[in-house]
């Protein structure tokens, strides 16, 4: 007998296993992992999916049978099916919803409950009660409404009275998507030019129109229909008359998305390497070679050549006939790594962007699910690609944390791109110029292979990096926002055509109190997070323990008297630059301004093909960018992000800082970063200063390791919110005191809070969370996942959200 191992399609994390169904024998031949299927459960019919396979002797009779395959054509294999199982696991989410990271976009099939009413039934016996229930039913029915929430707001009593007479049935039926898909006519000649030219003079006369549509198409090739027929301003009967003489063809073709993802920048294939390009090449094809999994940690400054080795490697693994994932963590702010693969490799990358449209994406599915593509460029989301022999995986800017996806499945990129990887033996490339604490960790124990690139291609010197101390600037904070520093470098920049990037955080919207004289910030004594000032009670807080103290009106640290807030907004910033630039090509990028779809891209080249231009942006100009002409980068304040109530905000600030720098120096033109700070002795910024990577990595692990942080520990930061700020503290204080008990059972974890998130409040709803630290995660979770199911099953705890982060890369 054959068995199929079903997840049945309801989302909740109670039912979250297969079940066992038994296959009718008339499906067996057919049956496959994938497939989309119907089947009884608890007395309803219920659609799910396939995912595993069996034979067994003998018969349980207590098996149900499949009822029916409703989609016939298989979405997963295996492969992904062990892959879902393990971020389900890992990441504590249900497995049909992590199975829907491999479904094409519009290809879910629905069960929708719908009613029929009976036409010509005599109203006469129903009660005025049951009349008026049946009339509201039959208006909504033939008003092409929606009838379920009807259904479940009229009485019971009354429904079961009017099914019981033969008024109405209520059937399930399936709805399957239309393919998302547009197709296009095409209209082709079908003859030589010279026999059209002959054919055209004899229809002169016969027929202008069959003339007219023969020569537009000897002129301009194959054309769409409608543009055909408005040009010719004829029908389609001259089409059928013109084809049954055989002398066009008309066909229908998949209308292809025509996303323009090219940038005006000539890809040169480089045939000579640099010496250590050459060592990181050859390494990575031994790998390729030998065919097993491995990971590579390709740790190379900024315009080192990254991009040229991810290139080759590629190119290395087609040759082997294997399929390549690249990923990148947001296509539309790196338009340049996109041109630079689909120009190498014509025809053969599928880009899955986050601007595309439903349509565009199931295409681009089903391009590389019929083998068509076998390169994969795109965001995280393109680890779930359905790529058939994947041999390559890289991960570009494997440190941002824009690779963890922040609703459920909360996976991290990075995790799964190991898995995958390990699942089909591939070959893993994690490339940054900053790796990330825990992976340069790993490659210091030897589980990742170290590749170094330490110089700029074409000996390209690193930009000089200058510091200026704001604490420097006069009473009246005049020079904050631009100091004269920052104003001379960029003059002098413009004045010679050359370009300049002034970036912005603004992720700084957290109230840290500062002494303006020597910088000092308070920090939390136990967990070396920055505080957060609260203004309400005047109180600092560390919500990561939940310390709390009364800041005090003189420096701690130099005696000072000038403690106090320091923020300021984009707007304030143009302005600024406005005023002491007048007359310059000013390009802003920030989320306001790159709304619209191409806007990133278009304000890119904006940026490229104008003379002494700057560029002012937040995060979202600090990647990938690879202009030549750029000579002064300026980061109008450090501090916003290294004061974050983050244990990770020192990483993220060096991090961002060497990315940003990184955009200077790209060319033979002398380059200077200028970095403002009030906190010039800070760790990262000393390490900024010297391009000391291995300096702040050192310096960071002793922290890490001291503070029982990861790479020591692993994290799961448990999240709870709700419109109602005592739920919050109540579920918030039960899971926690839950989850202390399960210490007595000798699980070992540390658990901090429950304290206010430093994000108190998003849209009306109250944010609490506790953090656990654990070596032991695989033990931890299976206790996590069952107190969190039991709580959010509890009554008093509906209006509560749970949300359980593993890997989580913000503490916000
Ligand atoms: P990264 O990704 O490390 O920041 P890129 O791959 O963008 O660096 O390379 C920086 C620049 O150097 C690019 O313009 C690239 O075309 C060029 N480049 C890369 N490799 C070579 C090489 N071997 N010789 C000359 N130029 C190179
Ligand atoms: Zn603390």
């Known amino acids: 007998m054959m068995i199929a191992q079903v997840v049945v399609d309801i989302s909740t994390s109670s039912l979250d296993k297969p079940f066992d169904y038994l296959v009718p024998v008339n499906m067996e031949r057919e049956m496959a992992v994938g497939l989309t299927v119907l089947v009884p459960f608890s007395k309803k019919n219920r659609l799910g999916m396939v995912v595993g396979l069996y034979r067994a002797e003998g018969v349980n009779m207590k098996l149900l049978e499949i009822s029916d395959i409703v989609d016939h054509d298989p979405i997963f294999d295996d492969r992904m099916v062990e892959l879902c199982s393990l971020i389900s696991r890992r990441y504590i989410a249900p497995l049909s919803d992590c199975l829907r990271l491999a479904y094409p976009p519009g290809r879910k099939i629905k069960l929708i409950k719908r009613v029929e009413l009976a036409e010509d039934a005599d109203h006469s016996i129903l009660t005025d009660l049951e009349r008026e ?4 039913l039959a208006k909504a029915v033939y008003e092409g409404g929606r009838i379920e929430n009807l259904l479940d707001s009229l009485d019971e009593g009354v429904l079961t009275v009017l099914k019981k007479r033969g008024f109405l049935k209520v059937v399930q039926v399936l709805v399957k998507p239309k393919s998302p898909v547009k197709m296009v006519e095409l209209v082709d000649i079908s003859i030589s030019v010279e026999e059209a030219r002959i054919l055209s003079k004899e229809l002169e006369r016969s027929s202008p129109k069959q003339e007219r549509i023969l020569s537009i198409l000897s002129k301009k090739g194959r054309l769409a229909t409608k543009i055909l027929l408005d040009e010719a301003k004829t029908s389609r009967s001259t089409l059928s008359a013109l084809s049954k003489k055989g002398l066009i063809n008309m066909t229908k073709v998949i209308r292809r998305p025509d996303l323009d993802l090219t940038f005006p920048e000539e890809v040169i294939t480089h045939d ?108 995280r989301s393109a680890l779930f690609a359905p790529l058939k022999d994947v041999g390559l995986i890289i991960v570009d800017e494997e440190h941002e944390p824009a690779y963890k996806q922040n609703s459920t499945p909360r996976y991290h990129g990075v995790w799964v791109a190991e898995q995958r990887a390990q699942l089909s033996g591939a070959l893993l490339i994690l490339g940054s110029a900053t790796p990330s604490i825990e992976s340069r960790f790993r490659a210091e124990k030897g589980e990742f292979e170290l590749l170094r690139l330490t110089k700029r291609v074409l000996d390209h010197p690193l930009p000089k990096v200058e510091i200026v101390d704001l604490r420097n600037t006069g009473e009246d904070n005049r020079g904050i926002i631009l100091s004269l520093e920052l104003i001379d470098a960029a003059r002098a920049a413009l004045e010679e055509d050359k370009k300049v990037i002034l970036f912005l955080n603004r992720r700084g919207y957290f109230g840290f109190i500062l002494c ?168 990262a910024i000393r390490a900024i200063k010297e391009s000391d990577y291995e300096g702040f ?41 839950n989850l202390n008990v399960a210490k007595k059972d000798g699980l070992k974890f540390e658990l901090l809070g ?55 890369v913000w503490m916000l």
């Open 133 to 136: 229930a049946f009339l509201l």
């Open 272 to 379: 000579s390497l640099t010496e250590e390009q050459s060592t990181a090449i050859a390494s990575v094809k031994n790998s390729l070679a030998a065919g097993t999994f491995a990971v590579k940690l390709l740790y190379g400054v900024t315009a080192s050549g990254k991009t040229e080795i991810y290139l080759r490697a590629t190119e290395e693994a087609l040759r082997r006939g294997k399929s390549v994932i690249i990923l990148v963590p947001e296509i539309s702010l790196t338009p340049q790594i996109a041109h630079r693969f689909q120009t190498r490799f014509k025809g053969e990358v599928a880009i899955l962007h986050s601007a595309l449209s439903d349509a565009e994406r199931f295409d681009q599915w089903e391009m590389i699910k019929n083998g068509n593509h076998r390169i994969v460029l795109g965001a």
């Open 516 to 683: 303006k004289s020597c910088g000092y910030v308070f920090k939390c004594k136990n967990c070396e997070v920055s505080m957060v000032y609260h203004q309400k009670n005047r109180l600092l807080m560390c919500h990561h323990c939940g310390f709390r103290t009364r800041p005090k009106d003189t420096c701690p640290d130099c005696g000072g008297s000038r403690m106090g807030f320091y923020s300021f907004g984009t707007e304030r910033v143009e302005e600024e630059i406005k005023r002491f630039f007048a007359g310059v090509e000013i390009v802003r990028m920030d989320r306001d301004t790159t709304r619209s779809r191409g806007a990133h891209r278009d304000r890119l080249i904006k940026f490229k093909e104008s003379k002494g231009a700057i560029l002012l942006g937040t995060q979202m100009i600090a990647k990938g960018l690879d202009f030549p002409d750029v000579a002064l980068v300026g980061v109008i304040n450090a501090d916003t992000s290294l004061h974050l109530p983050d244990f990770r905000s020192e990483e993220r600030t060096f991090q961002l800082l060497m990315q940003i720098s990184g955009r200077a120096g790209r060319s033979d033109l002398a380059s200077k970063v200028i970095i403002q700070t009030f906190s010039p002795d800070s760790f």
């Open 697 to 737: 990595y050192k310096r960071e692990l002793g922290v890490r390791r001291e503070m029982n942080y990861p790479p020591f520990t692993e994290i799961v930061n448990i999240i709870f919110s709700s419109k109602c700020e005592t739920s919050v503290i109540d579920a918030a204080k039960i899971f926690s005191d």
């Open 754 to 808: 429950p304290v206010p998130a430093p994000i108190s409040k998003i849209g009306g709803m109250h944010r609490w969370h506790s953090m656990v630290k654990t070596s032991e995660l695989e033990m931890v979770l299976p206790r996590l996942k069952g107190d969190y199911i039991r709580l959010n099953s509890q009554a008093a705890f509906v209006d509560v959200k749970i949300t359980v982060d593993v890997d989580s």
